[in-house]
């Protein structure tokens, strides 16, 4: 079993090395076409029509852009939450109230992340939410996500899944990063459908 998963970590890490590589390459006016792009797509979901509450992110650097979808479904009067960082590697949440409302947060030398100023709401603010989008690096035909491997998701996933939460879990992605297989551990769970700028793809019917 741990010959396997060492596997798996290798083939997760070869995996991002050349996505992250491909992304590291990306203009600024490639990164602001998706962001517009993936706004339109996303906004088309029925899972983001009729949602209350989205639990999304601030995207950074080559990620595809995600400022765009936030201030739409903030005009929408949807109440958006946004993640802060914890020291173990958790994730806070507080509300979206329009750029203004960020704060740029330094984490240990390691990163520098937009995170919401507001209240916090605390790790468990995440399951009143109707739609997650997720961050990752790729996602495979049968809806498992490659994420950057800090582990902040797969506990947000498992705090929805130990409530009984059932959200539409949603990555946004790059065209080139939907991709034949992604190695998966026995704590992945699978999204339900991911965005790219050409389209959607879904990986469970909508209801």
């Not at 517009?36 to 950074?60: D, I, Q």
């Not at 992340?113 to 603010?125: A, D, I, T």
Request: with cysteine; glycine share 12%; aromatic share 2%.
């Amino acid at each position: 079993m741990s010959h396997l998963r060492s596997e798996e970590d290798s083939g997760k890490r070869s995996l991002r090395r050349g996505i992250l590589m491909v992304r590291n390459r990306l203009t600024a006016d490639d990164v602001r076409e998706t962001e517009a792009a993936l706004a339109v797509r996303a906004l088309e979901l029925p899972e983001l029509a009729r949602a209350r509450t989205v639990a999304a992110y601030v995207s950074v650097g080559s990620e595809p852009g995600t400022r765009a979808l936030l201030d739409a479904l903030h005009a929408r009067g949807v109440q958006v939450l946004l993640p802060a960082l914890l020291a173990d590697n958790d994730l806070d949440w507080g509300t979206y109230a329009g750029p203004d409302s960020l704060v740029s947060v330094r984490h240990g030398g390691r990163m520098t992340l937009l995170e919401p100023s507001g209240r916090r709401l605390g790790p468990e603010g995440v399951l009143g939410a109707d739609a997650v989008l997720l961050p990752g690096l790729a996602v495979d035909g049968r809806g498992m996500r490659l994420g950057r491997g800090g582990g902040s998701y797969d506990r947000v996933l498992a705090r929805l899944e130990r409530a009984g939460a059932d959200p539409a879990l949603v990555v946004l992605l790059h065209d080139c990063e939907v991709v034949g297989h992604v190695p998966e551990e026995p704590h992945d769970r699978p999204v339900h459908a991911a965005v790219t700028p050409s389209g959607v793809h879904r990986f469970r019917r909508v209801p």
